[in-house]
């Protein structure tokens, strides 16, 4: 149904919501100052034994319980005028006492999050998932929802626009006005957007896609952001429909909060929520590609790859999503990781980076990912099923205790890569594989007939079939196992030179730093180093290494007089305490991975972009 070119409210009729009265939804705002939203949710046939209304405790796409119904204040209930009780039966849930209907829910959010996963508002904007402001109606979850954007009163809003790809009802395009979803599902899946954005639109294999910034950004070159991004988007939808190039959605917005020093994602069907420092955005008059304006293509691009994978191709786990309670899959190293791999992979691609700079991306990948020992103690398949509690929890140990499932997932795709190609000569590789997964289970997710998730143990034998190839043993190493990657080898297979350039005669302390106001404060302790033998932990303060200052810096130009092997005095404040320890100094084991091109004309050009 989404494939549908001529419908012009998308998905909103279906046999399940005909001719039954829709959920709707009124949101505005009176006061901006205090950051709340309004919401008024109406009802007209609620459940004879009292209906419930719920908030979702996490937003697909952030594995982490966030409990949004705690930014709800004042909430009310009312029936043809009249009062309706309502009780609280769990943090999350509200039940109305038994009323005819319609029944109206007034209440307030409070909206000062500032990240792409909750909501936000003040003078200068108004940002929100629906997971965060619009009470699920348990049992009316399938019924047409309808959302009445009205415009806040206040005067700073005289000039706002509303950016979404919610489907308009009765709007025009980027004008406040009611919006449709055809349930739920579908409703929280579209951030909406408001304020005096900048606006640009360029088509991609047809489709249209807007690019929404906010936030001050003196001197954007947003044509140059526009042909950038055009040529990701349309490489990614010719790489998952080489025939049709049709792509999955209508249209699609990817929206950006711009601030001063921020970075983050989060993929929608058909839009992306995305906060960026201002200094990553082109500048006119300036060509050159920075390493922030990579990054934010980068974000951009593994968002967009994230339209087909997991949110279309999805885990059986998030098949429908439990919007109340953790969701387990053992498989993020997959949606999250292969995600991961492609999208700075689709830079190449595309054209918008060389074979260096993508070498570049990949050798500082390998470098985080051997970093932290907790890669020899978590698989990525633990790494997965654990994020809730983990990977999206992560405190000053987590070097020593987990591995990243995007990372370490990202190296597993290459690996994989290599090894189909390898193995099949070049008839086989996991753009096959992803091409399979996305006819299988991702073309006719959200079509009337609906699809189903990928089952926690079905990648193996896909693979398998598709490639031909046996693949038992890469998995109990590398996604159930924890060994490291045979890079070096399979990168040497296409003319790529692997090495590691570690400095055994630099001294370090084995520690991760921070600069936090001119001091130099440990955040992380690495398992084994010099630091964790001399008893340094997260938290402590360098002062002075053998009674010579350090600065905020950190100590690298003090250690520069040492070798490794010579002891040194170190004292730190731990709390409101000065320390004294004895550091016996080791070599800095920080590995320098650099990859490079070792052939002419190089294979690995022509391995990465077919
Ligand atoms: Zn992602």
């Not at 109340?324 to 492609?342: C, D, K, M, P, R």
Request: neutral net charge; aromatic residues 10%; contains cysteine.
């Amino acid at each position: 149904m989404l494939h549908s070119p001529a419908r012009v409210v998308p998905a909103v009729v279906s046999a399940a919501n005909l001719g039954v009265a829709p959920v709707s939804y009124r949101i505005s705002s009176s006061d901006l100052g205090g950051h709340l939203f309004t919401v008024a949710l109406t009802v007209v046939s609620p459940d004879p034994d009292g209906q419930s209304f719920a908030l979702p405790a996490w937003i697909p796409g952030s594995y982490m319980i966030r409990e949004f119904a705690r930014h709800i204040v004042r909430l009310r209930a009312e029936s043809g005028g009249k009062k309706i009780s309502f009780k609280k039966t769990d943090k999350h849930t509200w039940q109305a006492a038994p009323c005819a209907g319609p029944l109206t829910v007034h209440y307030e959010v409070y909206a000062w999050d500032l990240s792409v996963r909750a909501a936000h508002l003040d003078r200068s904007h108004g940002f929100f998932n629906s997971s965060s402001v619009f009470l699920r109606v348990l049992g009316q979850e399938q019924q047409l929802h309808e959302v009445d954007i009205v415009r806040p009163g206040d005067a700073a809003c005289a000039g706002w626009r509303v950016a979404t790809a919610l489907p308009e009802r009765n709007a025009k395009r980027y004008g406040f006005g009611t919006y449709a979803a055809s349930g739920y599902d579908e409703l929280i899946d579209h951030p909406v957007e408001m304020g005096e954005f900048v606006l640009s639109t360029f088509t991609a294999h047809g489709v249209p896609h807007d690019i929404v910034i906010s936030g001050r950004t003196p001197n954007l070159d947003l044509p140059r952001l526009a042909q950038d991004l055009k040529k990701i988007c349309e490489a990614q939808i010719a790489f998952f429909e080489p025939r049709s190039k049709r792509a999955p959605m209508q249209r699609y917005v990817f929206m950006t909060f711009v601030v001063g020093n921020g970075y983050g994602g989060l993929e929608h069907r058909a839009s992306t929520a995305l906060i960026c420092a201002r200094s990553d955005l082109p500048v006119i008059g300036k060509a050159e590609m920075t390493d922030g304006y990579r990054t934010y293509l980068g974000l951009c691009s593994h968002e967009y790859f994230h339209t087909w994978n997991v949110k279309r191709i999805k885990p059986a786990a998030f098949a429908p999503y439990d919007l109340q309670n953790e969701n387990y899959t053992s498989l993020l190293w997959l949606f999250e990781g292969f995600t991961s791999y492609y999208d700075d992979l689709f830079l190449l691609r595309s054209g918008v980076i060389d074979i260096s700079a993508y070498l570049s991306l990949l050798g500082k990948t390998v470098n985080g990912v051997l970093r932290g020992s907790g890669r020899k103690k978590q698989s990525v398949a633990e790494s997965s099923f654990d994020t809730w509690g983990k990977y999206y929890r992560q405190d000053e140990n987590a070097p020593n205790a987990i591995v990243s499932y995007y990372t370490k997932g990202s190296l597993i795709a290459l690996a994989l890569d290599l090894t189909l190609r390898a193995e099949t000569g070049g008839r086989s590789s996991l753009d096959s594989v992803m091409q399979v997964l996305w006819q299988r289970y991702g073309r006719e997710f959200y079509s009337p007939a609906g699809g189903r998730g990928l089952g926690e143990n079905e990648i193996e034998a896909l693979i398998e079939e598709v490639s031909g190839c046996r693949m038992k043993r890469f998995f109990d190493r590398y996604v159930r196992g924890t060994e490291d990657l045979p890079l070096d080898s399979l990168l040497a297979q296409v003319g790529i030179a692997y090495s590691d350039t570690r400095k055994i005669a630099v001294p370090g302390l084995g520690v991760r730093l921070s600069n936090d106001h001119g001091e130099s404060r440990v955040a992380s302790v690495y398992e084994g180093g010099a630091g964790h033998r001399a008893g340094l932990s997260a938290d402590d303060r360098l002062v002075a290494l053998d009674g010579l200052r350090i600065p905020g810096s950190g100590p690298d130009g003090l250690l520069e007089r040492y070798r490794p092997g010579d002891s040194v005095t170190l004292h730190v404040f731990r709390r409101d305490e000065l320390l004294e320890l004895r550091v016996r100094l080791r070599a800095d084991d920080a590995p320098q991975v650099k990859l490079s091109l070792a052939e002419k004309p190089p294979a690995a050009a022509n391995i990465f972009l077919r």
